[in-house]
């Protein structure tokens, strides 16, 4: 059964650093196509994705995010772990990780399987 | 202003057969990339739907389908029931802007 769960603190002040963990099982991010992503949602707003990891251990970013963001792996925890900068309340929302198979780089089959979210407040 | 674009809304009485749009360009839909369909309901994670533009996960039922043609792609869902109501975002790849790519979101209504 392939699951993932999210961590990270409920709430951060603005200008502080933001990690999440992502803890995965039932694959292993080792194998060939195997892709693991975060994306966010902002109360009443749309989905929008942040970063991958891939079997390679390449990794691809949000454009308009990337000077933020750091997406990482520790292979031996099987974990996915994303750092985000300079947090501001704009930044508010739910935050998941999520299993992303894919024939090829940059051809994704879509997003499988998620995690349940984590709710992320930046406030002062 | 989402990559994709999306109807805000659409709605339709049970049993009845609706669609939604998702509209792209010759960077993303139009390139070849293939196109992903979630359903969001409140307080849920994400469910995937459709993937690989017509594909269905087994768990999913026959009454949800995607096409692809040119820069647009659509879901289609007939014998709507109540527990349909939920908002649904497709998903695919932009190569201008090197990364995955959402729509803004569409919110069904059953009637």
């Known amino acids: 059964q392939v699951t993932l769960r999210e961590s990270g603190p409920a709430l951060v002040k603005p200008t502080q650093t933001l990690t999440l963990t992502c803890t995965f099982s039932?694959?292993?991010?080792?194998?060939?196509?195997?892709?693991v992503s975060w994306i966010r949602q902002p109360p009443g707003k749309a989905l929008e994705w942040l970063a991958v990891?891939?079997?390679?251990?390449?990794?691809y970013y949000n454009t308009s995010l990337r000077t933020r963001l750091t997406i990482s792996q520790d292979t031996s925890k099987n974990q996915v772990v994303l750092t985000m900068t300079n947090m501001d309340p704009v930044d508010t929302a739910t935050y998941y990780c999520?299993?992303?198979?894919?024939?090829?780089?940059?051809?994704?089959?879509?997003?499988?399987?998620w995690g349940q979210g984590t709710t992320i407040t930046v406030s002062s | 202003q989402s990559v994709l674009t999306q109807p805000p809304s659409v709605s339709g009485a049970p049993g009845q057969r609706v669609t939604i749009s998702c509209t792209g360009s010759s960077s993303n839909i139009g390139a070849g990339y293939d196109v992903h369909w979630y359903q969001l309901l409140p307080g849920t994670a994400p469910k995937l739907l459709i993937y690989n533009n017509n594909n269905r996960p087994s768990e999913v039922p026959d009454r949800f389908s995607g096409s692809k043609s040119g820069t647009s792609a659509s879901l289609a869902i007939t014998g709507l029931q109540a527990e349909d109501e939920a908002d649904y975002c497709c998903q695919s790849y932009d190569s201008s802007l090197s990364g995955v790519v959402f729509g803004g979101g569409t919110k069904l209504t059953v009637l």
């Open positions: 999520a299993r992303m198979p894919a024939a090829g780089v940059f051809h994704y089959y879509g997003m499988d399987v």
């Open positions: 039932g694959f292993s991010l080792s194998t060939t196509g195997m892709c």
């Open positions: 990891i891939d079997w390679d251990d390449d990794k």
